[in-house]
């Protein structure tokens, strides 16, 4: 079912991803947003996410992000979840519900659907591939549009290096990229570039790290008090678990940082073999079979301790 047959009769839209939102995200939700606005411009839609790095500022309708959650309609005709499950959405869950219609796409494994329409597709690296296949037709798209799909594409498949980046996902990019935007200043400012302090916590992180299990797994983790030292955002941590997976033998990273007492963000990476998205579900959290996350409780010994068992567990059933 394409987008414009799902809305057509909508009045009133509502858009929104996860917490803490990453580039396939934010190119999604304003990808969808400028996309709706050409095809339906006398309908009311609003875009509600958690203040997104500036870095994405390039990108059309980013000014218009509702950050404070807030708005005067009291039940939208239609409301879309982008790139997660609804229990993820954070302030915006609560418009979710309230929605007449409720649309979920997404591309995680562990999103089983919360809408009342699903299209998630797991074998697909990005939610703005997924939602580029749902588009009515090329008429709609335009120079902006395109620009906020491919950062999206970029962003999931680390430019294209990601496992399930397919012939399909290089055929979307090269349809957008014909467009016209700048895509290699696109890529640079958005993916590569980092701040100072960006490089400092990247820097730590690695001098921190420890190699386990006979070199296959490599961890860190970051205290509060080195994150407040360093007056680090939580964009500013972006790529440091990638970074920790391209070294040379290992093939399970986990990057941890302390959200409060007791209480760590874990990100998860594998190469090849180790399934992540397994392991953040039987903790409560989710994602892709080669990058997951999970919010734990414990010391940071008892949840590597725990992590551990479970990648253990498949390295023995695949006899690495």
Same mark, same amino acid.
């Given at each position: ?152 594409? &970029?962003?999931?498949?680390?430019? !294209?290096?990601? #496992? +399930?980046?397919?012939? /399909?996902?290089?055929? *979307? ?102 399934? &992540?998205?397994?392991?953040?579900? !039987?903790?409560? #959290? +989710?994602?892709?079979? /080669?990058?997951?996350? *999970? ?26």
């Amino acid at each position: 079912m394409k987008i414009s047959e799902i809305v057509k009769n909508a009045e009133t839209i509502g858009i929104s991803g996860h917490t803490r939102p990453d580039g396939d995200c934010i190119g999604a939700a304003l990808g969808l947003y400028l996309y709706l606005k050409k095809k339906m411009p006398e309908v009311t839609i609003h875009v509600f996410l958690e203040k997104p790095p500036e870095v994405f500022s390039c990108l059309a309708g980013f000014s218009e992000i509702k950050t404070d959650f807030k708005s005067d309609i009291g039940s939208y005709d239609a409301f879309f979840a982008l790139d997660t499950a609804k229990d993820r959405t954070g302030k915006a869950e609560k418009h979710f519900d309230r929605a007449k219609l409720k649309i979920n796409i997404d591309h995680h494994v562990s999103n089983s659907g919360t809408g009342d329409i699903n299209i998630i597709h797991p074998e697909i690296n990005s939610t703005c591939e997924v939602l580029f296949e749902q588009l009515d037709d090329l008429s709609g798209l335009d120079e902006e549009i395109a620009k906020a799909l491919y950062l999206g594409i &970029v962003h999931d498949t680390g430019v !294209f290096r990601f #496992g +399930g980046t397919t012939p /399909r996902t290089l055929e *979307v990019a090269g349809i957008l990229l014909g467009y016209g935007f700048d895509y290699v200043k696109l890529i640079n400012d958005t993916y590569y570039e980092k701040t100072y302090i960006q490089n400092q916590i990247l820097a730590r992180s690695l001098l921190e790290s420890i190699i386990f299990m006979d070199g296959r797994c490599i961890v860190c983790c970051l205290s509060q008090k080195i994150l407040e030292f360093y007056g680090i955002e939580p964009g500013d941590l972006e790529g440091i678990v990638n970074q920790l997976l391209i070294t040379k033998g290992v093939e399970c990273a986990i990057f941890m940082h302390q959200t409060k007492n007791l209480e760590y963000k874990v990100s998860l990476r594998s190469k090849s073999t180790i399934d &992540v998205s397994q392991i953040a579900k !039987f903790f409560g #959290g +989710g994602g892709h079979l /080669r990058a997951a996350g *999970v919010t734990m409780k414990g010391t940071f010994h008892d949840i590597v301790n725990n992590i551990s068992y479970h990648i253990e567990e498949q390295f023995k059933a695949n006899e690495l």
